[in-house]
């Protein structure tokens, strides 16, 4: 599956895609594969902080619990409902099912992210 060229990556395996100063954060096809099917998803509510590289959630696989690694630091806008009764949308197009929404707290740090390229290189080494 090809990576989206206008989203960044972190090296725990979420994406984020920036439109303005809001955030739309999920996890890469790698990650739903190593995962297996998605069985449920935790995340935090509206109007929680979240940090950069610090954790907001956690999925649930037949297989695991991973936990969620926020990419940046900012203010949860929104979360994605399907998910509590389809959390396996994430299985099927994991680079469209997102699961939170965040303001950004300083909209730069989208840039020190990996770009696609560096992110496939990245599991390449890791496969």
């Known amino acids: 599956m090809a990576y ?3 989203y960044r990556y972190t090296r725990e395996h979420e994406w984020i895609a920036l439109d303005g100063s809001i955030g739309t ?3 890469t096809d790698y990650a739903q594969a190593s995962l297996g099917d998605i069985v449920y998803v935790d995340v935090p509510k509206v109007g929680d902080a979240v940090t950069a590289n610090a954790t907001f959630g956690s999925v ?3 297989k695991a ?3 969620l690694y926020s990419p940046v630091t900012g203010t949860v ?3 994605n409902e399907e998910l ?3 959390p396996d949308k994430i ?3 994991p680079h ?3 699961i939170i929404k965040v303001e950004l707290a300083d909209p730069a740090e989208f840039n020190t992210l990996l770009d696609a390229a560096t992110y496939e290189a990245f599991i390449a080494e890791e496969s």
């Open 4 to 6: 989206p060229a206008n």
């Open 25 to 27: 954060i999920g996890i």
């Open 60 to 62: 649930e696989s037949v």
């Open 65 to 67: 619990v991973s936990d």
């Open 77 to 79: 806008t929104a979360t």
């Open 84 to 86: 509590k009764s389809a």
């Open 91 to 93: 299985n099927e197009k």
């Open 96 to 98: 469209e099912a997102w």
